[in-house]
């Protein structure tokens, strides 16, 4: 935590702290835990994420600060998902730059030994897109589909990618192509990303409060940061205008889910572990009306930022084990 603070303090920003109890679960897709508070009767949920406060101040004029915060998701548990977690929003060059000074103060050095897989952290990371990177390792070119659900599934069966059961039941319940895109990178390609890959341009399914892509249609400003075949950061360009609007749509998508499913008890578990609605946060939209200065390089949001280095994102706790145990 010292060396993250002294990363981030280094560039001039302010570390600030935000409600853990907030009137609307918002700034991120995920279900939220649910408390009541007695004396104002009414439901308050805890924080899924920090980043429409940390917009709040931008608006009051706090162009630089940052928050290491604890956030509470109500989803699914694994080995790789935990209910809490800790995070800091930042962007893709300050991601880069967090990991590797913790690497340099935790082992001295930039090579990192992590369960048998040795890990180069040397900047400059790779970036490619999450079309290319499926690609690359299916030989599939989503691009070549033209949107045909149908004939992507067949191309899939065709070439036989070592799929068991489970992935196939998982493929074949994909009701867009956006959809089957990332389900197949999450099989496929996702555990094969050992060394440092910010992957780039995520499908507009997946990712509702994320703006549309400025050149290409159905992707959407949004990365992830994998290392060793985990994820250790998403970010994306906040979609701000009509955010209501979209969260509308987002939550129309999640009743349609309800009767998408494949007949298997863990597509049922799935379906139920993404039925909730995203609430709309009317302070956070009034402050979006007066305009949180977007696109100011130094306030970690890309708004009409130039590219992807200037995308905001969370960097999650998942490196510590990374870093600290990986000897």
């Given amino acids: ?31 939220p835990f649910v408390t009541y508070h007695n004396s104002l009767g009414r439901d308050l949920y805890l924080r899924i994420a920090t980043e429409l406060h940390l917009k709040r101040m931008l608006v009051g004029g706090f162009e630089k600060v940052y928050e290491i915060s604890r956030i509470f998701r109500n989803e699914g548990i694994s080995t790789r998902q935990n209910l809490e977690f800790t995070t800091i929003e930042t962007m893709m060059d300050m991601a880069e730059e967090i990991v590797t000074q913790c690497a340099l103060a935790v082992h001295g050095k930039l090579t990192v030994d992590y369960q048998g897989t040795e890990t180069q952290l040397q900047r400059p990371w790779r970036r490619e897109t999450m079309h290319n990177l499926v690609k690359e390792v299916t ?10 659900l149908t004939v992507a599934k067949d191309v899939l069966k065709a070439i036989r990618i070592g799929l068991d059961s489970k992935d196939k039941s998982s493929i074949e319940a994909c009701h867009s192509l956006g959809n089957l895109l990332n389900e197949v990178f999450e099989i496929s390609v996702e555990p094969k990303l050992l060394q440092p890959t910010f ?7 997946i990712s509702p409060l994320a703006k549309p892509h400025r050149r290409h249609a159905g992707l959407t400003e949004r990365f992830e940061l994998f290392i060793c075949g985990r994820e250790l950061a998403n970010a994306l360009s906040e979609l701000t205008d009509p955010l209501d609007q979209q969260v509308k749509q987002h939550n129309k998508k999640k009743a349609e889910a309800v009767s998408v499913t494949d007949g298997t008890e863990e597509q049922k578990n799935k379906n139920d572990d993404s039925m909730y609605e995203v609430t709309l946060d009317d302070d956070f939209l009034t402050a979006l009306e007066y305009g949180s200065g977007f696109g100011n390089d130094d306030c970690g949001d890309v708004g009409t930022a130039a590219g992807p280095s200037e995308w905001a994102g969370t960097v999650t706790a998942a490196w510590h084990s990374f ?5």
Avoid: H, N
């Avoid at 280094?10 to 935000?18: D, H, I, L, N, P």
């Avoid at 599939?140 to 949107?147: A, H, I, N, P």
């Avoid at 870093?323 to 000897?327: E, I, R, S």
């Fill in 1 to 31: 935590m010292k060396e993250i603070r002294k990363t981030v303090e280094s560039r001039r920003f302010v570390e600030v702290e935000t409600p853990v109890l907030q009137g609307a679960a918002g700034g991120a897709e995920a279900g």
């Fill in 139 to 148: 030989g599939v070119g989503f691009t070549e589909l033209e949107d045909d």
């Fill in 199 to 205: 992957v780039l341009d995520y499908p507009i399914e």
């Fill in 323 to 327: 870093l600290c145990w990986g000897d």
